[in-house]
């Protein structure tokens, strides 16, 4: 109960007030003071909620930029808070930095829960192709006798046919098992290797899905936001996703 109503007169009367009262005593808006005493991603995530949180629409919008919009937004941005380019010359490179990120995790969103929507489908060359290259990857020493077989138990799939157990994930989930299958081959023959233990063994591909999940999980609720602020310094694309993973 103190709580919300704590939250309901900062928000409505108290920031207005302290941020009046900083601006007076510093000279500069609370963006400018953030980039002054902030840093990596920190700086953005504090930057992100001074924009949400603003009463300002141009500063509220500017969360919601398209990445080719970025320059005109802090061009926006500036003339709303009155600040020169030229007494603060640092503060337009700051901005574009931060919602360049803003803007790329939003976007980066949309790109994976896009390829988890589309569904394994076993009559799509590009699937099936990728499919084996999984197996080719995981088990290079021994041939796939038939598309449809028990040795898909080998690498931890539960059923003679693969394809479904990439409900949940969709392409997601293959695609992250080839990811690192192919740039971790070393370590992913390791761990193959250890799921086949008679006591603390596991199923290696529904386990590579299941981490498919739980990242997808974290991207969604946003608990990702400060990894990728830290980790990438402008863009964050399916790549850094896959890196993550």
Known sequence: MFISLWEFFYGHFFRFWMKWLLRQMTGKCELQRIFDTCVGAQRTHKIENSLTYSKNKVLQKATLVVQSEVDRCVDDIMKEKNISPEKDASFKICMKACLLQISGYKQLYLDVESVRKRPYDSDNLQHEKLLLKLWDLLMPTEKLKARISKQWADIGFQGDDPKTDFRGMGMLGLINLV?????YTSEAHQIL?????????????????????MAYSLL???????HLYNFVPGVPTMEHFHQFY
Do not use: D
């Open 193 to 213: 290797s250890r799921s086949n233990h008679p006591k603390l063994g596991y199923s290696y591909a529904i386990v590579g899905i299941n981490l498919t999940e």
């Open 179 to 183: 990811y690192f299958s192919e740039n």
């Open 220 to 226: 969604k609720s946003e608990a990702l936001k400060l």
